[in-house]
C-alpha cells in the first residue's frame, strides 16, 4: 500500500511553508522574500535571494491549480530578460526541486569566485 501522505492535497500556504523552512535548513544566508508589487499584477510570490547574488523567482500555486494568463507572460518577460524564474512549485516535490537549484546556483557562484 502506497504512503497515504502522498495523497495528501497541500494547500498554498503549506507549499509556501515547506518552501521557506527548506531553503533556511540548506542555504541559511539565503531570504525567501513574499514579492507584492503594487500597480503590477501577475508578478512571481516569491524573491529568493541568493549568495553570490543570484536571486531566482518563484511562482507557488496549490496542487491542481494553473498560473493566469497574465502571470505566464510577466513570467515569460522576466525569463527573457535573464532572471530565473521557476513556474508552478504546487507540491513537496517541486519544492525540493526548487530548492536543488538553489543550492546549483549558489556552487556555481562558488566555483566563479
Do not use: N
Not at 533556511?24 to 529568493?48: H, L, N, Q, T, Y
Amino acid at each position: 500500500m502506497k504512503d497515504m501522505k502522498s495523497f495528501v492535497k497541500r494547500s498554498e500556504k503549506q507549499i509556501e511553508t515547506r518552501l521557506r523552512r527548506r531553503l533556511k535548513s540548506e542555504i541559511p544566508s539565503a531570504m525567501c522574500i513574499k514579492f507584492v508589487s503594487p500597480g503590477c499584477v501577475g508578478v512571481p510570490d516569491r524573491i529568493i535571494i541568493l549568495p553570490g547574488g543570484f536571486i531566482v523567482f518563484a511562482e507557488l500555486k496549490a496542487p491542481g491549480r494553473s498560473e493566469r494568463r497574465i502571470q505566464e507572460r510577466i513570467q515569460d518577460k522576466m525569463s527573457r530578460l535573464g532572471c530565473h524564474v521557476m513556474s508552478c512549485v504546487d507540491s513537496y516535490e517541486a519544492v525540493e526541486e526548487l530548492i536543488s537549484y538553489c543550492v546549483e546556483l549558489c556552487r556555481k557562484g562558488q566555483l566563479s569566485e
